[in-house]
T-cell receptor, first 114, second 115 residues
Framework: EAQVTQNPRYLITVTGKKLTVTCSQN?????MSWYRQDPGLGLRQIYY???????DKGDVPEGYKVSRKEKRNFPLILESPSPNQTSLYFC?????????????FGEGSRLTVL | SQQGEEDPQALSIQEGENATMNCSYK?????LQWYRQNSGRGLVHLIL?????REKHSGRLRVTLDTSKKSSSLLITASRAADTASYFC???????????????FGQGTILTVHP
């Protein structure tokens, strides 16, 4: 089944404790992206990647890191999480390298930073 | 900054009625897409309209695009209770058929369809 898989789905952590949210897609998509969703703010793009070893900042990259060492994986790293990073995070992928096509979304990772 | 802005923020209708949602954006685009999200779930792609297209249909969905006004609308005809969800427009920024690789979402319209 074609899908984007995120883990963990739910996480409660404390300020400053490094964490990684993994994202994996099995559709051989070139384009991958991370979004965060907050009430009243819609979805805001954190980082995106148009291919392996190519990453670019979105609208809200501060406090986050990403890497794209393999085509299928695009982990989101929070080196020192803070409470303002409490949010619902979505990973998405698209077939086309420049992200022009339909995005496939994961089910989301709900992160709470205390 | 948010590229797309949806209007209205919330819409409540009866089953069988049509629902119209609007999206405005600011920069040049390669295409515009509409997505649906059931509460707390991942977004699901509905339809994509390219910058050189004016109207597109898919089942009960009709999308229009006016690049001169930088606006789009999504019409859902003969709505059903199962259409209750949030709907987002997303703009693929670019020009001349070339994407800049950045897909930006609006804040969404919450649609409630009463049985």
């Amino acid at each position: 089944e074609a899908q984007v898989t995120q883990n963990p789905r739910y996480l409660i952590t404390v300020t400053g404790k490094k964490l990684t949210v993994t994202c994996s897609q099995n559709m051989n998509h070139e384009y991958m992206s991370w979004y965060r969703q907050d009430p009243g703010l819609g979805l805001r793009q954190i980082y995106y990647s148009m291919n392996v070893e190519v990453t670019d900042k979105g609208d809200v990259p501060e406090g986050y890191k990403v890497s794209r060492k393999e085509k299928r994986n695009f982990p989101l790293i929070l080196e020192s999480p803070s409470p303002n990073q409490t949010s619902l995070y979505f990973c998405a992928s698209s077939l086309r390298g420049r992200g022009t096509g339909e995005l496939f979304f994961g089910e989301g990772s709900r992160l709470t930073v205390l | 900054s948010q590229q797309g802005e949806e209007d209205p923020q919330a819409l409540s209708i009866q089953e069988g009625e049509n629902a119209t949602m609007n999206c405005s954006y600011k920069t040049s685009i390669n295409n515009l897409q509409w997505y649906r999200q059931n509460s707390g779930r991942g977004l699901v792609h509905l339809i994509l309209i390219r910058s050189n297209e004016r109207e597109k249909h898919s089942g009960r969905l009709r999308v229009t695009l006016d690049t001169s006004k930088k606006s789009s609308s999504l019409l859902i005809t003969a709505s059903r209770a199962a259409d209750t969800a949030s709907y987002f427009c997303a703009t693929d920024e670019g020009a001349g058929g070339t994407s800049y690789g950045k897909l930006t979402f609006g804040q969404g319209t919450i649609l409630t369809v009463h049985p």
